[in-house]
């Protein structure tokens, strides 16, 4: 087939028909810029390749010839292209505002419009920076005066922190610039860090925007209505209903734009070659992406000392402050999720968990190895069923902390930089008992079927391991030798078919069960 992949450009800025979502952000936008008589300053803050560019450009310069007949001039700037300095910046902003008003209204302009012109040309033959920054100031002002407001997107804003590094006169300018109520000039920025950060990194002592004069705003990862949304992009080729794959696409992608398009890319592809896309392949074959992007976004949080805080929230080594989980959170690299935290992609975190993917002075130590007079009891779970094991885990902590002999292992046990075979493979065997959590992505997990589920039953029939599973949801394990074992709570109850005011009364009697066998 011929057909081409809309998905095509995944790497590129998104706009028009191709956008998906940011509904709650456009509509910010529209009530803070286009719509307001005095357009108000905006800092889009996020990851990397998270959409921000996209969004500024969606609904700033997209629109722009509409955006024209209301008297909204927009314009924009790449920061790293401005490598002359902050006259290169004053007169860019003069010369792009001129540029987008005679382009797109140059038959409707007033005589008095057309002599911006001119003024633009004082602007460009300033000498002096004192004396630019005044041209500058008078144009933006006469523009106001003619009933024009301007908007500048300054699109990657972190390379201000070495395009003006140590320059604070640049800083203070752009600050009195957009502060100064005559001059009806606004500013969005789009970057990964804020601006204050910036302007630390920048060795600038002076804070550039104070919150007065801008509006921060975080642009997190895709809820699950804009990853469908995403997904109806495939014009009607195909569509992906099956809830198991969208849980699988939202779990592996964590709804991050780029990597969701990534990975939709390699499914339209499949289905271009052979007719039938599939998800575990199509993600391999995206891997390739995925890599280059954690290395990159690994490589920010390392400059900003978050990939730390990170690491110590994947391997528990220590309970993180609340500041390190708000950071986090802001920026969409922890979800909420029942309540709990969890880092927002399943296939993020194994990448950080993986050996070499980290570098060796952030790596967080490796905890010691539980005492071997004490009880070790293996969890089975699928990573499909995270909720569960942290809802289990709850209930089973007070038996734990009061009861020292007893050490209770999950892989999320496995420190960042471990070698997490060697690790399952220990914890295994040093297993007395072994607790299941059973479910249907537990009977199709292929790592549980050949590789613990074998060694554990073994175990049970040879070496007296323990076995108790745990009826979480519906599934066909009377089909398998796991029905054999017993069942720490009604196989014709599962867990997740009890009412949710219930549940933690089931809870409580399997964890009660699970006291008297220990003892």
């Known amino acids: 087939m011929n057909r081409p992949n809309p998905y095509a450009e995944y790497d590129k800025i998104v706009y028009g028909d191709r956008f998906v979502g940011r509904q709650d952000t456009i509509r910010l936008i529209q009530q803070r810029i286009i719509n307001a008589d005095d357009p108000g300053n905006l800092s889009i803050v996020g990851v990397p390749m998270i959409g921000k560019s996209s969004l500024a450009y969606h609904t700033l310069i997209y629109p722009q010839p509409d955006l024209i007949q209301k008297k909204l001039l927009t314009l924009w700037i790449s920061l790293p292209s401005i490598t002359d300095g902050r006259e290169q910046l004053f007169r860019e902003l003069v010369a792009k505002s001129i540029e987008v008003l005679f382009d797109q209204s140059l038959e409707r302009l007033s005589n008095d419009e057309k002599r911006l012109a001119e003024d633009a040309e004082i602007v460009r033959e300033s000498d002096y920076w004192i004396e630019l920054q005044e041209n500058v100031c008078n144009f933006f002002k006469k523009m106001k005066r003619l009933g024009w407001r301007i908007v ?89 209903e099956n809830q198991t794959d969208l849980d699988f696409f939202s779990h592996q992608t964590g709804g991050h734009p780029y990597l969701a398009s990534t990975l939709a890319f390699e499914l339209f592809e499949q289905w271009l070659q052979i007719n039938t896309p599939d998800m575990a392949a199509a993600l391999e074959h995206s891997e390739p992406e995925f890599f280059k992007y954690y290395d990159y976004l690994i490589k920010i949080l390392r400059e900003d000392n978050s990939l730390k805080a990170l690491l110590q929230f994947l391997s528990r080594s220590r309970s993180n402050s609340t500041s390190e989980i708000n950071r986090l959170s802001r920026y969409g690299l922890l979800q909420k999720s029942d309540g709990s935290n969890r880092i927002f992609s399943e296939h993020f975190q ?33 990573r499909q069923d995270m909720k569960w094991l942290e809802t289990f885990m709850k209930h089973m902590n007070p038996i734990l902390r009061n009861n020292q002999n007893i050490h209770l292992w999950t892989d999320n046990t496995i420190k960042v930089g471990e070698k997490w075979k060697e690790e399952i493979d220990n914890a295994l065997e040093a297993a007395k008992i072994a607790i299941l959590l059973v479910t249907p992505d537990f009977l199709n997990s292929s790592f549980i079927l050949n590789k613990e589920l074998p060694f554990l039953l073994n175990k049970a029939r040879t070496q007296g391991l323990k076995v108790f599973w745990i009826p979480v949801k519906a599934s066909s394990v009377e089909q398998t030798e796991i029905n054999d074992y017993q069942a720490a709570y009604d196989p014709k109850k599962p867990i ?24």
């Open 152 to 240: 500048a997107i300054l699109d990657d804003f972190d390379s201000a922190k070495t395009v003006f590094k140590g320059d604070e006169a640049t800083f203070q300018a752009l600050r009195e610039l957009v502060a100064n109520p005559t001059s009806g000039l606004c500013f969005v920025t789009t970057s990964k860090r804020t601006l204050s950060e910036i302007s630390r990194q920048s060795n600038a002592d002076v804070s550039i925007f104070p919150g007065s004069i801008f509006r921060e705003v975080y642009l997190r990862h895709f809820d699950s209505i804009e990853l469908e949304e995403l997904l109806q992009r495939t014009q009607n080729a195909f569509s992906i």
């Open 350 to 382: 194994q990448y950080l968990a993986e050996p070499g993917n980290i570098p060796d002075d952030v790596i967080v130590a490796d905890s010691s190895p539980p005492p071997p007079d004490r009880t070790q009891i293996f969890v089975s779970y699928s």
């Open 496 to 519: 997740a078919k009890i009412a949710a005011p219930h549940r933690d009364d089931a809870w409580v009697e399997i964890c009660r069960k699970l006291k008297e066998a220990l003892a």
